[in-house]
């Protein structure tokens, strides 16, 4: 037995990536989010910027209002992705804090928000002002889970010899012997790592959701944060290489 068992630990170790390999997949990866990014701050200023010729051209109604405040939240989010910080993840704890362009970010995703209950308050349509109104329910409800936590100064990621603690997407912090490997799904020609809990209810409600758009689990998020999607990929290789080993 202790043979046996010594002989699966070599093979592990064998199999599991190299801090240097998961570096370069790291780099590759920041780079196609940057050109993604460069691709959002584009969309984003044609959106504003269409929002704001129209809306002087006609008036500012709940149309251009709302055209324009949803193209300054994509500029920003596109923004504050450039902005996330290269890889340089040192060893120990890591705790991931919102930024001030995170809680930007937060506060103009609100902005749109408001300007959508306008909006939906504004079409003269009561079958179709109750579509709108039962579609932003579940969007505050989400965005109060996701975004309200980017406001606040505690850690919104925690890395540590505990586990892997999201506070947008865990109910505390996940065992590391509780999470599947890290594996890599695209969604709308997106790359994002995926960590999975053994136990779904370790997961808020939001992040539950996901499966509904097929996605069961939650992505490593670091936009708006001090450390980004690589540190934190680095933090969960110091603890457990064996979950990055198949990336």
Do not use: C
Request: proline share 4%; charged share 20%; glycine share 10%.
């Amino acid at each position: 037995m202790m043979r046996r068992l010594a002989a699966w630990s070599r093979l592990r170790q064998r199999d599991a990536m190299t801090r240097e390999a998961l570096l370069d997949r790291v780099r590759q990866d920041r780079a196609a989010a940057l050109a993604q990014a460069w691709f959002g701050l584009a969309l984003g200023a044609m959106m504003a910027l269409g929002a704001a010729l129209y809306g002087r051209r006609h008036g500012f109604g709940p149309g251009a209002t709302l055209a324009l405040s949803a193209g300054g939240s994509v500029l920003l989010a596109a923004l504050t992705r450039l902005m996330t910080p290269k890889p340089d993840y040192a060893g120990g704890r890591l705790e991931a804090r919102a930024t001030v362009a995170g809680a930007l970010v937060a506060i103009a995703f609100l902005a749109t928000f408001g300007t959508a209950l306008v909006y939906a308050f504004s079409e003269p349509s009561l079958w179709r002002r109750g579509e709108l109104l039962a579609a932003l329910v579940f969007v505050a409800f989400l965005m109060v889970m996701n975004w309200g936590v980017a406001l606040g100064s505690a850690p919104i990621v925690v890395i540590d010899a505990d586990g892997f603690h999201d506070r947008r997407a865990t109910r505390g912090a996940i065992p590391w012997s509780e999470l599947e490997p890290i594996d890599i799904r695209w969604v709308r020609n997106h790359a994002y790592y995926r960590l999975r809990p053994r136990d779904l209810s370790r997961l808020t409600w939001p992040a539950r959701l996901n499966v509904l758009v097929g996605f069961p689990g939650f992505a490593l998020n670091g936009v708006g944060l001090d450390h980004g999607e690589g540190d934190m990929l680095l933090a969960i290789h110091a603890y457990r290489p064996d979950l990055v080993a198949t990336l």
